[in-house]
């Protein structure tokens, strides 16, 4: 078993979260801070997740370095996404853990003896 923590949310960026402007009043973008910078494979995993999810996240939102970002629009996001989103991570770390563990292979034999 490894040693991996997994990464959770740490907070809600809003520094750098956008609110809809004058040019685009439907399009806004939400920033979240993960605990650390992932692995690439675990990305791979959020993002196909984001993407394969249902629901209003499933439209636009990608992990990149420490920022998990979701696009859509003015209210997007509320509690209910929170959660969702929530899950998601957790979903990711799970799905990340399982490619840590060790395969046992002391049961097959290569040359089918």
């Given at each position: 078993m490894s040693e991996w923590e997994d990464?959770?949310?740490?907070?809600?960026d809003k520094q750098y979260s956008e609110r809809p402007t004058a040019d685009d009043a439907e399009l806004s973008r939400q920033v979240f801070v993960l605990t650390d910078i992932p692995p690439p494979r675990w990305v791979e995993i959020c993002n196909a997740a984001l993407v394969g999810s249902p629901g209003r996240l499933g439209r636009?939102?990608?992990?990149?370095?420490?920022?998990?970002?979701?696009?859509?629009?003015?209210?997007?996001?509320?509690?209910r996404d929170a959660n969702h989103l929530k899950t998601l991570v957790a979903y990711t770390n799970e799905q990340y853990r399982a490619i840590l563990e060790p395969v046992d292979?002391?049961?097959l034999d290569a040359f089918g003896e």
């Open positions: 990464i959770t949310i740490a907070r809600h636009k939102a990608e992990v990149s370095g420490k920022a998990l970002t979701i696009w859509g629009g003015p209210k997007i996001f509320d509690e292979l002391s049961g």
